[in-house]
């Protein structure tokens, strides 16, 4: 049985150094959302756990019931603050934050029920906002950032305040980041983070 790699298979989870434009089209993720800092507010680790929980039972239950096999996609991640300055300055308590994992089209409803019944067995009760929704980005500008999370700035400052203004471009979304590497494992200056700002015309 072959394994679907979208991290191969869908372009735009291919990044460079140089920032790019990219069409992202609407897709289905596994959705959890939260508030505060998530290196020490405990909902954020209990998002993730539940988040690779349920895309793994979805995984197995493709394989099982479709013969289809496929590697998780990458955790991803949206981040806010109610005042913007509050990001930009690095002000964790404050964030807010919506984290995901892509779920392929071929999965179903009744697939995500027995996927949070399965994950509940050794989680307990699933956050209030755990959820399968489509979510679509469209016209965003893109960077692959190599380097620590809060090495970050300098990219996007590069992003928003640069090439935004020069292609004529304004926000149409929250900050996006993909992350390539697992964070468990890789030391910090080798961490492959995907930088995505959606976009509009001035």
Known sequence: MDKIDFRRTLGHYKATRTIEEIDVPEMAFVIVDGAGNPNTTPAY?????WLYSTS???KFAAKAALGT????????????ADNPADFTARRKDNWRWTMMIMAPDFLTEAMFAAAIAKAGRK??????????ERY?????LQVLHVGSYDDEG???AQLHDVEMPARGLTF????????LSDARRAAPDKLRTILRQPVRPA
Not at 45 to 49: F, L, R, S, T, Y
Not at 136 to 140: I, N, P
Not at 172 to 179: A, D, L, N, P, V
């Open 123 to 132: 989680l307990g009760a699933a956050p209030d906002t755990l959820r399968l």
């Open 172 to 179: 149409s979304g929250h900050h996006h980041e993909i992350y």
């Open 154 to 156: 300098p990219v996007l």
């Open 136 to 140: 679509a980005e469209g016209r965003s």
């Open 69 to 80: 096999d496929y590697v998780v996609p990458p955790l991803e991640g949206l981040w806010w």
């Open 56 to 58: 793994y039972a979805l």
């Open 45 to 49: 680790q209990g998002a993730i756990e």
